[in-house]
């Protein structure tokens, strides 16, 4: 299957900082997906990217799908963006989405 | 975008019983899944919930343990049984609409603790 893996595994930020979370997979995907999984499990839709650039508030995303890799830039940190933000890909042999290893982000006031 | 109701959002079960989650969405998706996340893990998938067949199971995963069923387009269910405390997870049901965006969504998970 494909292997999704997402760096770094763990990130702490001081609010108001910018950071880019980075997620790298192993062979050619249809679709992917950002989500942010916050402190109580919901997951949360961010961005469906599988190529280019989208921009949503203080969020971006880039996918550059011919060399596997995507990019979650967050700017102007704030506490609520803490949680866990996973990538997921969806196989071009069908429709699963399989999930990166996350980055888990914590910003502090 | 679908709105995805699970229930329960979380239960305590005896080892050696069986839990059943149900996934409602609130429109007809073309494909529904069943993910697990153990704690501080990510997400795996168990299996796609095909309507009116068998279930397609990922690796390491088996219908004896995992039993589906999608008996509609806006319907399924996971049944996790025999129960250990190593099930002990939050089983998240996902949908899929064919022909929108592509967007992946999800309920928000149940909850199961194995004694």
């Known amino acids: 299957g494909i292997q999704v893996e997402q760096s770094p595994p763990d990130l702490i930020l001081q609010e108001g900082a910018n950071s880019t979370l980075r997620c790298n997979f192993s062979?050619?995907?249809?679709?992917l997906q950002w989500f942010h999984q916050n402190p109580w499990g919901q997951l949360i839709n961010l961005f469906y990217?599988?190529?280019g650039t989208k921009q949503n508030g203080r969020l971006s995303a880039t996918t550059v799908a011919t060399e596997r890799y995507s990019l979650l830039y967050i700017s102007s940190s704030q506490t609520t963006d803490s949680g866990v933000y996973f990538c997921?890909?969806?196989?071009?042999?069908?429709?699963?989405?399989?999930f990166g290893t996350g980055t888990s982000l914590t910003v502090i006031p | 975008s679908a709105v995805i109701s699970q229930k329960p959002s979380r239960d305590i079960c005896q080892r050696g019983t069986s839990l059943t989650i149900q996934c409602q969405v609130d429109?007809?998706?073309?494909?529904m899944f069943w993910y697990r996340q153990q704690p501080g893990q990510s997400l795996t998938l168990i299996a796609t919930?095909?309507?009116?067949?068998?279930?397609?199971?990922e690796s390491g995963f088996v219908i004896d343990k995992f039993p589906i069923s999608r008996p509609n387009l806006t319907f399924s269910t996971l049944t996790v049984s025999n129960l250990s405390p190593e099930d002990s997870s939050i089983y998240l049901c996902?949908?899929?609409?064919?022909?929108?965006?592509?967007?992946?969504?999800f309920g928000e998970g149940s909850r199961l603790t194995v004694l």
């Open positions: 996902s949908a899929y609409r064919d022909g929108s965006t592509g967007e992946l969504f």
């Open positions: 062979d050619s995907v249809n679709n």
């Open positions: 990217i599988p190529s």
């Open positions: 997921a890909v969806e196989s071009n042999t069908g429709n699963q989405f399989y």
């Open positions: 429109s007809q998706v073309t494909m």
């Open positions: 919930a095909n309507q009116g067949s068998e279930a397609t199971y």
